[in-house]
């Protein structure tokens, strides 16, 4: 799964260690690897954004 939202902020559920970890990037530059959607919300209000910001990516 794979949400964009404003300003370059990307945001992808990957597998990492064999862990599911949601990836938060901006401009592709990684900006922190999030355990928990709480996590996330930190990272996006240091960035003066919140998780309403984003919208799901679907694919065709």
Not at 9 to 20: A, K, Q
Not at 46 to 54: E, F, H, V, W
């Amino acid at each position: 799964m794979r949400w964009v939202g404003p300003r370059g902020w990307d945001v992808e559920l990957i597998r990492l260690d064999g862990r599911p970890v949601l990836r938060a990037r901006q401009h592709r530059c990684l900006v922190d690897y999030c355990a928990s959607v709480p996590a996330l919300e930190l990272v996006l209000t240091r960035a003066g954004l919140t998780t309403a910001d984003l919208v799901e990516v679907l694919r065709t």
